[in-house]
C-alpha cells in the first residue's frame, strides 16, 4: 500500500451501537414517528435477537454492530422510514401476555385493545359455569379470542372472521398459541354460530368504525391497516348495528356485550344498543381517558 492510499476496512468496521441507535433514532424522528428510539431500539433488537432491554444494556457496555449486522439493519430502517408499520416488519405485534404474527392484510392490534377484553376476561371469570361460551366477531388476528382463551382457560372461545387474508393470519396465530378450548371459523357474522343460538355468556367485537369519509391520521393506519377493518359505512357504525341485532340471537338473558369504538361514539351506540333492547348501556374510557368500550346486558 503507497502512502497516498487509505485503508479499505472503514466499511468493514463495527460500530458502537449507542451510536448505531442513535443514528436510526434520528432518521425516524425526521420521518415523523413518535416513539422513534423505541422502534430503532426494537429494529436493533430484532436482528439481534435480543429484547429491547438487552439492547439497552449492550449499549451501555459499549457493544458495538457487526458489519454484516448492520447490512441486515438497513433496509429493515428504510422500510420504517416510509412508515410501514413496524410490526410489519417485525412480522409480529406484542398482546397482552402473546406474541402474535401479523403482516399485511390484517388489522394489527393496539394497545388499547388490550383495555377492552379486559372486560371480557372479567366477566368470564366471574361466571359459576363450567364451561362459558364468549364469541369474537371480527376477530383479524385472533387478538382478542386467544386472549380470552388463554386467561380464562375453562371458558369455551370461539372466533369468526369473514376476510380470507385475516382469516390466514387468525389461523397462525391459533396454530402458535395453541389454545385447545379456542375454535376459529372462517365466515358471515349475520349467518354464523346458529347452534350457539341464546347460550353465549359474553359477545365481544372490535368491528370496524371509522367513518367512510373519515381520513385515519397515521400513514401506517391509512396505507396499511386493511380498508375492511377500518371503516364502517357512512357513521362507522354500520357494524355495530349488525352485532347488535345478532347478538340479541346468540347471547343468553344476563350475558354481556362488549363493543369497542372511538372515542366519539358511545352515545350513538349506546342508543341503537337500547333501542334494540339491551339492558344497563354503559360507556367507559381507556387508560388516556378517551372513550373506548361500550357494554351491554341482554
Not at 439481534?48 to 433496509?75: H, K, M, Y
Not at 402474535?100 to 388490550?114: A, H, I, K
Request: charged residues 25%; hydrophobic residues 45%; glycine residues 8%.
Amino acid at each position: 500500500m503507497t502512502d497516498t492510499q487509505q485503508p479499505a476496512e472503514s466499511a468493514a468496521t463495527p460500530s458502537p451501537l449507542g451510536l448505531v441507535r442513535d443514528q436510526i433514532e434520528a432518521r425516524l424522528a425526521a420521518a415523523g414517528i413518535a416513539d422513534a428510539r423505541i422502534d430503532a431500539e426494537l429494529l436493533l433488537g430484532h436482528v439481534l435477537d435480543a429484547g429491547r432491554g438487552e439492547i439497552q444494556s449492550a449499549i451501555i457496555l459499549d457493544r458495538t454492530l457487526a458489519p454484516e449486522d448492520a447490512e441486515t439493519l438497513e433496509p429493515l430502517v428504510a422500510r420504517r422510514v416510509l412508515r410501514e408499520p413496524l410490526q410489519h416488519i417485525l412480522g409480529t405485534a406484542p398482546f397482552r401476555s402473546m406474541e402474535l404474527l401479523v403482516g399485511p392484510g390484517v388489522f394489527v392490534p393496539r394497545p388499547e385493545t388490550e383495555q377492552v377484553v379486559q372486560y371480557a376476561i372479567d366477566a368470564l371469570r366471574i361466571l359459576p359455569d363450567a364451561e362459558p361460551i364468549a364469541i369474537d366477531l371480527g376477530t383479524g388476528s385472533g387478538a382478542i379470542a386467544l386472549a380470552m382463551a388463554t386467561e380464562v382457560p375453562n371458558a369455551r372461545v370461539f372466533a369468526l372472521e369473514k376476510i380470507p387474508a385475516a382469516h390466514a393470519w387468525a389461523a397462525r396465530n391459533f396454530e402458535k398459541i395453541g389454545a385447545e378450548n379456542a375454535t376459529l371459523t372462517l365466515g358471515d357474522m349475520a349467518e354464523a354460530f346458529t347452534e350457539l343460538h341464546g347460550s353465549v355468556a359474553v359477545l365481544i367485537s372490535n368491528p370496524p368504525y371509522i367513518p367512510a369519509r373519515a381520513i385515519p391520521r397515521d400513514i401506517e393506519v391509512r396505507e396499511y391497516d386493511p380498508p375492511t377493518a377500518l371503516y364502517g359505512g357512512e357513521d362507522g357504525l354500520d357494524l355495530v348495528r349488525t352485532i347488535s341485532r345478532r347478538g340479541l340471537d346468540l347471547v343468553r338473558p344476563g350475558g354481556t356485550l362488549i363493543l369497542e369504538h372511538g372515542e366519539l361514539q358511545g352515545e350513538a351506540i349506546r342508543a341503537i344498543l337500547a333501542a334494540d333492547g339491551w339492558r344497563a348501556p354503559a360507556t367507559f374510557p381507556d387508560f388516556t381517558l378517551r372513550d373506548r368500550v361500550t357494554t351491554a346486558v341482554r
